[in-house]
């Protein structure tokens, strides 16, 4: 072997001795990188629902807190009480109307209105920003302040312009107006979060594509119809995925306005199961019910969920 061939070894050994260096150090730094969200996901997700599992089938004394296994006995009593008790009934129509409402109310409006801010309207860097405010800002302090401005400012206001003549109740102090002005409220806290992927979504269309859709006429609405839309689709349905997803844990931000203490009429399935978990933690003999139950929302949760996400990939506009 010449000089110049003991070189080159010599050269590609050196090469992949860095290699295997850089690799090592890389796998060092994934490894301490990765440590904090997977013990996370261990303790937060995989320890807490095994151990909801393990309630389900255990049985408490409340005098002497002894546990004892059950087979069914738990899901018996939850599933009892899911039909029977009038809170948990009506807790089901409020948490049908969390999804569905702000999905026929929000949902057409943000998107159109994603599309006014994406073509650059007038203002339409001002409504960004402003849109966008709800989600920097604490939820408590922006709950804090819609009361405020539902239950003083407005009744304030009526009583100023009509000259004191007329005086109104608080619109969440009154029972005929608590439930909407409160999914008002849920309706425009989500409202900026989801123009803002949308915008996002629709800044990456290809400007080729646009200009092709203009070529052929498109313009307007069928811009956005054709265009727009299926290349945010799989945004949407993320959303609307989700929103099924947490059909049985949406608590309505009815604990930021009340805490645990929320006028009847008002209870969905996550606020009320937040309630029983607090309750529970002071009662243990409560907590196989409660977990019995989260079960049962599980067991309804996860089929509807893909079955939804399965409509959406077999009939969702495609981007191309």
Request: glycine letters at 6%.
């Amino acid at each position: 072997m010449d000089e110049k061939q003991q070189l080159a070894t010599k050269l590609v050994a050196s090469r992949k001795k860095m290699s295997s260096r850089g690799s090592k150090r890389d796998l060092a730094f994934y490894s301490v990188f990765m440590i904090w969200p997977v013990l996370h996901f261990c303790v937060f997700y995989i320890a807490i629902n095994f151990n909801s599992l393990l309630l389900t089938f255990q049985k408490i004394d409340l005098a002497s807190g002894a546990t004892t296994w059950t087979l069914f006995g738990n899901l018996g009593t939850a599933l009892n009480r899911i039909f029977t008790n009038p809170e948990l009934v009506e807790a089901f129509g409020n948490s049908l109307l969390a999804y569905f409402v702000p999905l026929v109310i929000a949902t057409p409006l943000a998107l159109l209105f994603s599309y006014y801010v994406y073509k650059k309207m007038p203002l339409a860097g001002l409504f960004r920003v402003m849109l966008f405010l709800p989600s920097i800002i604490s939820a408590i302090i922006m709950s804090v302040i819609f009361k405020f401005f539902v239950d003083s400012a407005i009744p304030e206001f009526v009583s100023l312009i009509t000259g004191g003549n007329k005086t109104i109740e608080g619109m969440m102090a009154n029972p005929n107006t608590r439930f909407g002005t409160i999914m008002f409220y849920n309706i425009w806290g989500c409202f900026g979060v989801n123009c803002l992927m949308y915008v996002n979504s629709m800044n990456d269309i290809p400007p080729e594509q646009v200009e092709a859709a203009h070529l052929d006429g498109a313009t307007g609405f069928k811009e956005f119809w054709y265009i727009s839309l299926p290349n945010v689709f799989s945004t949407l349905a993320t959303f609307l995925i989700a929103g099924v997803a947490g059909l049985f844990t949406n608590q309505f931000n009815l604990f930021n306005f009340y805490g645990d203490a929320a006028p009847a009429g008002l209870t969905t399935y996550g606020y009320w199961m937040y309630k029983q978990t607090l309750y529970a933690a002071s009662s243990p003999a409560q907590m196989p019910i409660v977990a019995a139950m989260g079960i049962w929302m599980t067991l309804v949760a996860v089929p509807l969920t893909l079955a939804v996400r399965k409509l959406f990939d077999k009939f969702g506009p495609s981007a191309e």
